[in-house]
């Protein structure tokens, strides 16, 4: 029972960790420092993403799944998880570039911000 629970919890802290991949960026409009720990997140996430390897987390989550009692699955994570979801089942090594593009293009919207020059508003008085 232990082990499906941290199978279970290994999970969520994947999806957790593939939202903050995805969205982490904007994080840095309320916090900066959040930059620090997202930008490896990112760098992380693009490699797996354009490589065709699999996160690490998978395998462990795999072997606990066998520890439990319970059959593994073949694959990475997003395949067994999330792509009967989100993407279609054609997926291609050109479609998983397309993807680490639009996470780019996700993320240079978030950092551009940081990149804009602020314009402040002064007011004079009449």
């Known amino acids: 029972m232990a082990w499906r629970i941290l199978a279970d919890l290994l999970v969520l802290f994947h999806l957790a960790f593939t939202g903050f991949v995805i969205f982490g960026g904007f994080l840095i409009w309320k916090w900066r420092r959040a930059a620090l720990v997202h930008l490896p997140a990112l760098a992380w996430g693009f490699w797996v993403e354009t490589s065709g390897q699999i996160c690490p987390l998978t395998p462990l989550e795999t072997h606990l799944r066998h520890l439990a009692g319970e059959a593994g699955y073949r694959g990475g994570f997003l395949s067994h998880y999330v792509v009967s979801v ?41």
Not at 102 to 108: G, K, M, V, Y
């Open 86 to 126: 989100l993407y279609p089942p054609w997926l291609t090594r050109p479609d998983q570039w397309v993807l680490a593009g639009l996470l780019f293009a996700i993320n240079i919207a978030a950092y551009g911000s940081l990149l804009r020059p602020r314009r402040h508003l002064h007011h004079k008085a009449p």
